[in-house]
């Protein structure tokens, strides 16, 4: 059996000790995880599903008055169906975090409202509640709502779609998070310089269950590995080091380096964007450069000289792990002696 998210081919022996067969179809369609514990864990949506699913709520109650739930493809490909609650032009969608207990943005309300445009076209508004860059960055401008790509594409895809099988000539939709702002002081976001509100995200569209539960089933699938295994810290990690390591199996650990290090007896390999992967070989690393961010540091003259630096102590300190760090265009950017 295969996860559809992350192609991982789970063990017969995980399977077999699933406690909860019944939701094994669950697993199968990506919306669940089955860990090496046997419990199977659920996957929760992130916020650019959840702000996709209000706007297409919000589309299609304009000519279907009420809606109670839609349907929405995933950047990862997965069909689902998500519960709103919408009405004439008006829909609302909580996040729905699965089983990962550390989001907190968990419950959070996205609220949509559409209007038709008689004059034809589309038109999305991010509105009060989703935050904008503070200064620029390599990849955005100041004040640049903060949505990644994947989660925009899946917004304007949904509100596409909506418009059509409402049959409408165009319309214009508002996204609003009215408790956005709140709730991104507990994010990140206030240190990497986004502000005002919570970024819209979501690369696959769902949520990982990281729990100590799943984190379990990672480790015990490097120590399974054989032929030596690649680890990495996120979702364009994991597809390069695929590309530049097809001979290994790739894993992702997102940042729990030191946990897998450890089960795999200190020799591996770690691929990835330069972010986790920095931070884990020096937490002070910014220190002194003027950088807010390690995507930041990676656009400097800085880099190379702080990089070299930091790569070759950490070899020092794990002569057996080879190091690549790449930037977002699979680009080699940093990589151990």
């Known amino acids: ?9 789970y063990p017969e022996a995980w399977v077999a000790a699933c406690r909860s067969p019944d939701l094994l179809p669950n697993v199968r369609q990506g919306l669940a995880v089955l860990t090496a514990s046997g419990s199977v864990l659920r996957r929760g949506f992130t916020t650019g599903t959840t702000a996709a699913a209000a706007c297409k709520a919000a589309v299609l109650s304009l000519a279907f008055d009420t809606i109670e739930g839609v349907g929405i ?22 996040k729905d975090a699965g089983d990962y207990p550390s989001d907190v943005t968990a419950g959070l309300e996205f609220v949509a409202t559409a209007v038709p445009s008689l004059s034809g076209g589309v038109q999305f508004v991010p509105g009060e509640g989703i935050g904008s860059f503070g200064r620029n960055t390599r ?15 899946c917004i304007r895809r949904s509100i596409n779609e909506a418009v059509d099988e409402a049959d409408l000539h165009g319309t214009t939709v508002i996204l609003t998070v009215p408790r956005g702002a709140e709730v991104a002081q507990k994010t990140l976001n206030p240190k990497i310089g986004v502000l005002g509100g919570l970024s819209i995200l979501g690369t696959t569209g769902f949520v990982e269950p990281w729990d100590d539960h799943m984190v379990e089933g990672v480790l015990d ?54 972010g986790l992967i920095l931070k ?40 057996r792990v080879r190091v690549v760090i790449v930037d977002r265009d699979g680009r080699i950017i940093g990589e151990s002696p």
């Open 221 to 274: 699938r490097i120590a399974r590995a054989s032929g030596g295994i690649v680890l990495t810290t996120g979702r364009l990690g994991l597809r390069y080091s695929r590309l530049l390591f097809p001979e290994r199996e790739a894993i992702l650990v997102g940042s729990k380096l030191e946990e897998a290090l450890r089960a795999a007896d200190g020799e591996a390999v770690i691929c990835g964007l330069p």
């Open 139 to 153: 990849r955005h401008l100041q004040g640049t709502p903060a949505i990644s790509a994947p989660a925009l594409d």
């Open 73 to 94: 493809t995933l950047p990862c490909g997965i069909a689902v169906r998500i519960p709103v609650d919408a009405y004439r032009g008006r829909a609302s969608c909580w």
């Open 1 to 9: 059996m295969q996860d559809p998210v992350t192609d991982f081919e």
């Open 280 to 319: 884990f070989m020096n937490p002070d690393v910014l220190d002194g450069t003027g950088c807010a961010t390690v995507e930041d540091l990676s656009a400097t003259p800085l880099w190379e000289a702080v990089a070299r630096r930091e790569l070759a102590a950490f070899r020092v300190r794990y002569p």
